[in-house]
């Protein structure tokens, strides 16, 4: 079990066992185990490495799939949206697999985004200890100096947060329209950091897209489109997280 993932009730019904409804009775019913343990709370996610059992019965388990999306603008980084707009799931159509995101990106920020059904994977991804490089584009309002870019790296205080890069680029100025364009590295991912910081500054950002998550870019990809990851890649990925 885990915070990312699908809600059990779902998976359930998704198996063909049974009606969403009637899964969350089987729930409360205490007929539903999740690696062994019985189940009989409502909310609890499950992914493609949890052991699900139904009346006695085994749902099948899925095999474990890895995406990278070139997430674009205006999208949200979740499987649903009480609000109806769009997910990035909505992308996967064609995948049958119970997929979610690795971490998000902000509804206003494109770029990479890893979605898979293996939580595992997931979690030692996104673990704070694991210090995977995440390097993002931003075009800013203003043009900062260096003592200012030297500030990200040491660290800005927003509300109760101490937000820092890892590393630091002015990659291009306009004179003429008062604008930069930015690369920063992060190792953390808290909520909206880019632009946080930079707004705490006074350069609010026009634009955000994340170029890179580790190694892995958005070669070949447009906005919107996606391709799985190579078994290389997930075992590097895998061996890199377990490095760190």
């Known amino acids: 079990m885990t915070n990312n993932g699908e809600r059990l009730q779902k998976v359930i019904a998704q198996s063909g066992v049974t009606s969403r409804r009637k899964a969350e ?11 062994g343990e019985t189940v009989q709370e409502m909310g609890v996610k499950v992914t493609a490495n949890d052991e699900i059992v139904v009346d006695g019965v085994p749902l099948e388990k899925e095999t474990p799939v890895y995406f990278l999306l070139y997430k674009p603008r205006g999208v949200i980084s979740s499987v649903k949206d009480d609000k109806g707009r769009k997910v990035v799931t909505d992308y996967f159509e064609a995948v ?12 206003d920020t494109s770029g990479v985004l890893l979605l898979t059904n293996d939580g595992d994977f997931a979690n030692l991804l996104m673990h704070p200890r694991h210090e995977i490089d995440k390097v993002y584009i931003a075009k800013v309002r203003g043009i900062p100096n260096k ?20 590393q630091v680029k002015l990659l291009s100025t306009d004179h003429q329209k008062k604008t930069s364009i930015i690369e920063l590295t992060l190792h953390e991912g808290k909520n909206r950091q880019v632009r946080r910081m930079l707004e705490e500054l006074g350069y609010p950002v026009m634009k ?5 998550y580790d190694f892995i870019g958005l070669e070949g990809l447009n906005a919107g489109e996606y391709r799985s990851l190579t078994p290389k890649e997930v075992n590097q990925l895998r061996a890199q997280a377990q490095k760190l």
């Open 147 to 166: 003592k200012e870019l030297a500030l990200l790296q040491k660290g800005i205080r927003s509300d109760k947060d101490v937000l820092k890069a890892v």
């Open 96 to 107: 049958e697999q119970r997929i979610f995101p690795i971490g998000r990106l902000d509804y």
């Open 208 to 212: 955000l897209k994340r170029e890179r």
């Open 25 to 35: 009775q089987m729930i409360l019913d205490g007929k539903v185990k999740v690696n």
